[in-house]
C-alpha cells in the first residue's frame, strides 16, 4: 500500500533539489557559467545563454520526474522510499550540468577566447582585513529556546505518557517501535535538536572564518562586495534552516507526547515546514542575485586600461564540479557554481575525504534498505 507521507516527504524532497540545481547559474560568477571559465567579454554570448536555459529547461524535467517517481518508490522500504527519488534527481541534474556546459567548452576552444587576453592569479599573503558577515546569532538562541520550551513542556507531561513510550513513527504516523518510559526515551530527540543547533552555529563560525580567494578581472571594492553579498546568502540561508530544522523536529517530538497512539500533526507539520525551506532556499537564491547583480559591471575607465583576468583553468575542474590540483597545496577550494567551498581531491587528505564521503553515501543507502526491510 502506498503511503502518502512518503511520497509527500520524497516529492518535496525532490522539489528543493532542483531549486538548489536551478539556482546554480544565479549563484555563479558570471565568468563561471555552469563552471567554465570564459573572458568577461564572452560572458554574455549567445552560446552561454543558451546553455544555460537549456540547462534549466532539462533539470525542471528532471524535477518532474523525481516527484512522479515518488509514489511506485513509496513501495520500497521507508528509509529508501524517502531518498531514493531525491537521489535520482541529484544524479540526473549533475548529468544535466555536465552535458550542458559542453557547447560552452566548444564555442571557448574553436573561436579561442582566452587568446590575447591578459590574465592573472590572484593570492593573499596576509589575513583578510575586510569584514565579514556577522553570524545571526539570534536565530540559534531561538532555536535553543524553542527547544527549551519544548522540553519544559515534556517535563510538565511525563508522569502522563504510557510506561511504553513510541520511539519512532512510520509513513502513516502510528509508531512500530517502544522504549520504556525514561529520560533519556523521552527526552533525546530534544537533545540531538539541541546539539544540532550548536554544531551548526559553530559551522556558521567556521564559515565566517573561511579563506577568501578573490577573483581577477574586478577591482578590490567589486570583488569584496561579492564575497560579502554571498556570505549574507550564507549566514542567513543556514540560520533559518536551523531554526526550522529544530522547530520541526520539536514541533513532531511534542506530537508524539500528546497524540502516542498516532500522529495527528506530521504531514500539516511536513507541509508548512517544507514550503518553509523552499521560500528560505528561493528567497537566498533571489536575494543574491539582486545584490551580485551589476558588481561585475566595467569600473570607470575600464574601458580605456582592461583588468587582467582569471586564467583559463578548467583542466583542473572536472566537469565544473571536481577540482583535482596536485600543485595546489590548498585542501578547501571555492566551488566554481553557486556558493560555498569544495575538496581538492588533488590533495592527499582531500583524496581521503572524497572517499569517506563516497562511501558514507553509499552505505546510507544500503543500510536503509536493509534496515527499512
Excluded at 507531561?157 to 522504549?179: E, I, Q, S
Excluded at 537564491?285 to 583588468?307: I, M, N
Aim: charged letters at 15%; proline letters at 7%; hydrophobic letters at 55%.
Amino acid at each position: 500500500m502506498v503511503v502518502w507521507t512518503n511520497v509527500l516527504v520524497a516529492a518535496v524532497s525532490c522539489v528543493l533539489v532542483g531549486v538548489c540545481f536551478l539556482a546554480l547559474p544565479a549563484l555563479s560568477d558570471r565568468t563561471l557559467p555552469l563552471g567554465v571559465a570564459v573572458p568577461a567579454d564572452h560572458a554574455g554570448d549567445r552560446v552561454v545563454r543558451e546553455a544555460v536555459l537549456r540547462y534549466r529547461r532539462r533539470v525542471v524535467v528532471v524535477t518532474l520526474l523525481g516527484v512522479l517517481v515518488s509514489a511506485p518508490a513509496a513501495g520500497l522500504p521507508e528509509a529508501a522510499a524517502a531518498v531514493l527519488p531525491c537521489y535520482l534527481v541529484t544524479a540526473g541534474a549533475l548529468a544535466v550540468f555536465v552535458r550542458s556546459r559542453r557547447r560552452i567548452t566548444a564555442a571557448k576552444a574553436a573561436e579561442r577566447w582566452y587568446e590575447g587576453v591578459p590574465t592573472r592569479l590572484t593570492a593573499s599573503l596576509t589575513p583578510a582585513s575586510e569584514p565579514r558577515v556577522a553570524v545571526p546569532a539570534g536565530w540559534y538562541a531561538a532555536a535553543l529556546a524553542v527547544t527549551a520550551g519544548a522540553a519544559a513542556l515534556g517535563v510538565v507531561l511525563y508522569p502522563g505518557l504510557p510506561a511504553r513510550v513510541p520511539t519512532h513513527f512510520d509513513g502513516a504516523g502510528l509508531p512500530d517501535a517502544f522504549a520504556a518510559r525514561s529520560v533519556g526515551s523521552v527526552f533525546a530527540p530534544l537533545l540531538v535538536a539541541a546539539g544540532l543547533t550548536v554544531a551548526l552555529f559553530a559551522t556558521a563560525h567556521a564559515v565566517r572564518r573561511a579563506p577568501v580567494r578573490l577573483r581577477a578581472g574586478r577591482t578590490p571594492e567589486q570583488a569584496w562586495a561579492r564575497v560579502r553579498a554571498t556570505d549574507r546568502m550564507t549566514q542567513r540561508t543556514l540560520a533559518a534552516t536551523t531554526l526550522l530544522s529544530v522547530l520541526l523536529v520539536d514541533v513532531l517530538v511534542v506530537d508524539g507526547w500528546l497524540s502516542p497512539q498516532r500522529l495527528s500533526l506530521a504531514v500539516p507539520a511536513l507541509v508548512v515546514f517544507t514550503l518553509a525551506f523552499a521560500a528560505v532556499a528561493v528567497l537566498g537564491t533571489l536575494g543574491v542575485s539582486r545584490e551580485v547583480r551589476g558588481l561585475d559591471a566595467p569600473a570607470p575607465g575600464a574601458a580605456a586600461t582592461p583588468r587582467p583576468q582569471a586564467p583559463d583553468d578548467d583542466r583542473s575542474w572536472r566537469g565544473g564540479l571536481v577540482y583535482v590540483n596536485r600543485d595546489d597545496p590548498s585542501l578547501w577550494v571555492p566551488k566554481r557554481t553557486g556558493v560555498g567551498w569544495t575538496v581538492n581531491v588533488g590533495h592527499p587528505v582531500g583524496a581521503g575525504l572524497a572517499v569517506l564521503l563516497l562511501v558514507l553515501v553509499v552505505a546510507s543507502v544500503v543500510l536503509g534498505v536493509v534496515l527499512g526491510g
